[in-house]
Nanobody
Framework: QVQLVESGGGLVHSGGSLRLSCAAS????????MGWFRRAPGKEREFVAG????????DYADSVRGRFSISRNIAKNTIYLQMNSLKPEDTAVYYC????????????????WGQGTQVTVSS
């Protein structure tokens, strides 16, 4: 099992930026792809971004591509989500996930989740 602890959420104006962090611990932490998902009020959870265990491959939801950037510090077992040009529709609870897998058509979360961090974008 992998333990995940997120940080970095908050309130920001439209057009602003935030960076989320997720520190992973546990024996399998370094061996897995990781990703970010989000759940907005009244909506289903959706994939935001993923990064493989070597940090050489990434994937993004169309809605955030070009604005968000996922990265990984392998030595620290930590992933980041740099969010720029934020929009009110980005408001959601963001969850870190371990074991994320993806293809162009499917985005599948792994079994381990962080506690979530709230991101609120005001207009």
């Amino acid at each position: 099992q992998v333990q995940l602890v997120e940080s970095g959420g908050g309130l920001v104006h439209s057009g602003g930026s935030l960076r989320l962090s997720c520190a992973a611990s546990g024996r399998a932490a370094a061996m897995r792809n990781m990703g970010w998902f989000r759940r907005a009020p009244g909506k289903e959870r959706e994939f935001v971004a993923g990064i493989d265990r070597s940090a050489s491959n990434t994937d993004y939801a169309d809605s955030v591509r070009g604005r968000f950037s996922i990265s990984r510090n392998i030595a620290k077992n930590t992933i980041y989500l740099q969010m720029n040009s934020l929009k009110p529709e980005d408001t959601a609870v963001y969850y870190c996930n371990s074991g994320t897998s993806w293809t162009p058509l499917t985005k599948v979360p792994g079994n381990d989740w962080g506690q979530g961090t709230q991101v609120t974008v005001s207009s």
